[in-house]
């Protein structure tokens, strides 16, 4: 778990013992601020400094997964959230990663990220064919948002090249949305999200989610069994009425290969004993859980720090 030179959005939190020079310093990578990654990725930063004696925390906000597995990567942090999909391109080197592999390990299967394809009423987008020729933000670049969002598009018969493509952050892309600069955006996050939810009280007209479920197979066909198809329900959003199919891939968080095993283990185990005060932070994080630890829940291989606190839980490896 190496320390990071990346300033952006740094936010250090110190045990109630000790000096930081003393201790292990953790980076964590999270994503953009007014996503979900960015506060649970403090109030880990807090469980670590209150419970694991030997180690304090700082959160660095990034562009998301691809940009986390980079960093990580460069030795720039040495915790962080991805998207299991992004993870599985680090570690077997495809895709932007271009050959090269990443050396990393699962600590935890987190939570599902839903994809959210989001629109304003007028828009005249109704069905994910129409997003054809329209104004759309596909997420920041070096995020896992856009890898979803090319690979969702591709399942629905859709190339780059037939929207007009721009690619923004979350806050950029709801502010946007908001001034009739583009017409839809994708994002993948957890339900609810609050930039979501700002857009939705904010925006002066009714926010729309488009229907996509039905892609879930070809993505899997394609890509793997990353992909499942899920719904976000009703009343997730202020004024969202019905529910939405869509498309989920789960969260990891994941450490370097070569992070301390017994440094893992407190981690870990502090992040499941004190689960109440990730769910603080964000509902979601209930979902994180022992039951959803198993062999086949990670594309990646579990950390054997992490494994030997499941083992003790009596998770079955």
Not at 266 to 278: N, R, Y
């Amino acid at each position: 778990m190496a320390r990071a030179r990346c300033r952006r959005h740094r936010h250090r939190h110190r045990g109630r013992a000790g000096h930081a020079q003393d201790k292990a310093h953790i980076d964590i990578a999270t994503g953009s601020i007014g996503g979900v990654y960015h506060p649970l990725g403090e109030a880990i930063a807090r469980i670590i400094a209150r419970y694991v004696p030997r180690a304090d925390a700082a959160t660095i906000s990034t562009g998301g997964s691809v940009a986390n597995m980079q960093m990580l990567d460069a030795g720039r942090a040495g915790l962080a959230f991805t998207m299991a999909d992004s993870a599985w391109d680090a570690y077997q080197g495809l895709e932007r990663f271009g050959g090269h592999r990443v050396a990393l390990r699962t600590l935890a299967v987190f939570y599902p990220n839903r994809m959210h394809v989001v629109t304003l009423e007028g828009s005249g987008i109704t069905r994910f064919a129409d997003l054809k020729g329209k104004r759309v933000s596909t997420g920041a670049p070096g995020g896992g948002t856009e890898v979803m969002a090319l690979r969702l598009m591709e399942a629905e018969g859709l190339a780059p090249h037939d929207i007009v493509r721009v690619q923004l952050p979350l806050a950029e892309s709801v502010a946007a949305l908001k001034r009739g600069a583009i017409d839809a955006m994708f994002w993948v996050g957890g339900v609810p999200t609050p930039s979501i939810t700002e857009l939705a009280l904010t925006a002066g007209r009714p926010m729309h989610l488009i229907d996509h479920g039905e892609a879930a197979e070809r993505m899997r066909a394609r890509y793997g069994p990353i992909y499942i198809a899920s719904r976000i329900l009703a009343n997730a959003y202020p004024g969202q009425k019905v529910e939405s199919s869509n498309v989920d891939v789960w969260n990891l968080l994941v450490v370097p290969a070569s992070a301390d095993e017994n440094l893992v283990y407190e981690v870990t185990k502090a992040l499941f004993e004190h689960k109440d005060e990730l769910v603080q932070a964000h509902k979601d994080a209930a979902l994180i859980d022992l039951a959803n630890q198993t062999p086949n829940a990670s594309p990646i291989p579990y950390h054997p720090g992490a494994l030997r606190y499941f083992r003790e839980k009596g998770v079955k490896f």
